[in-house]
T-cell receptor, first 107, second 113 residues
Framework: GQQVQQSPTSLVLQEGENAELQCNFS?????MQWFYQRPGGSLISVFY???GTKQSGRLTSTTVIKERRSSLHISSSQITDSGTYLC?????????FGQGTILKVYL | DMKVTQMPRYLIKRMGENVLLECGQD?????MYWYRQDPGLGLQLIYI???????SEGDIPKGYRVSRKKREHFSLILDSAKTNQTSVYFC????????????FGEGSRLIVV
């Protein structure tokens, strides 16, 4: 089945710095979803990205299917960006979740 | 309003008691999911439902069963709860016309003592 590896496991940034989160997966796919989970909270979809690059505000997702990787770039990080970011490639009708990257942004 | 609602949000049960976790969605999504989330293990799929009375086991179905009698409602049942079922349970839904995006509920935190 699909195996997912996210890096780094955790990341600490000062407000204003940029973040680069990586997701590597084991089998070919045709899309990738990124989710944000606030501490102790629910998951919110931030990107559904079949391939290529998508941007939404300060967030940019790039998925390269043939290299089996996806990245999430956060520019000019803010304290409210703190939380866990999970990538989830599909495996049939299921999504297989990575362990997540815990991001902490401080003043 | 696109929303997935889980009840109860917090629950403490004794080992051996039955547990009912309920999930509702107002988007008429066909597909619904139950996941559990544990530290170090991430999100694991328990069951998936493709529509009313069309359910399929996920990766960790043992000790759980589900019920979906209406499209908007998906229940997770633990018959005789065990301490290793202490976890946070998330319900999610996805619709054919919602861009393949998964919508999650707020989670139900279950403690089995």
């Amino acid at each position: 089945g699909q195996q997912v590896q996210q890096s780094p496991t955790s990341l600490v940034l000062q407000e204003g710095e940029n973040a680069e989160l990586q997701c590597n997966f084991s089998t070919s796919l045709n899309s990738m979803q990124w989710f944000y989970q606030r501490p102790g909270g629910s998951l919110i979809s931030v990107f559904y990205n079949p391939s290529g690059t998508k941007q939404s505000g300060r967030l940019t997702s790039t998925t390269v299917i043939k290299e089996r990787r996806s990245s999430l770039h956060i520019s000019s990080s803010q304290i409210t960006d703190s939380g866990t970011y999970l990538c989830a490639p599909p495996s049939g009708q299921k999504l297989v979740f990575g362990q997540g990257t815990i991001l902490k942004v401080y003043l | 309003d696109m929303k997935v609602t889980q009840m109860p949000r917090y629950l403490i049960k004794r080992m051996g008691e039955n547990v009912l976790l309920e999930c509702g969605q107002d988007m008429s999504h066909e597909t619904m999911y139950w996941y559990r989330q544990d530290p170090g293990l991430g999100l694991q799929l328990i069951y998936i439902s493709y529509d009313v009375d069309s359910n399929s086991e996920g990766d960790i179905p043992k000790g759980y069963r589900v019920s979906r009698k209406k499209r908007e409602h998906f229940s997770l049942i633990l018959d005789s709860a065990k301490t290793n079922q202490t976890s946070v349970y998330f319900c999610a839904s996805r619709g054919q016309f919602s861009g393949n995006t998964l919508y999650f509920g707020e989670g139900s935190r279950l403690i089995v003592v």
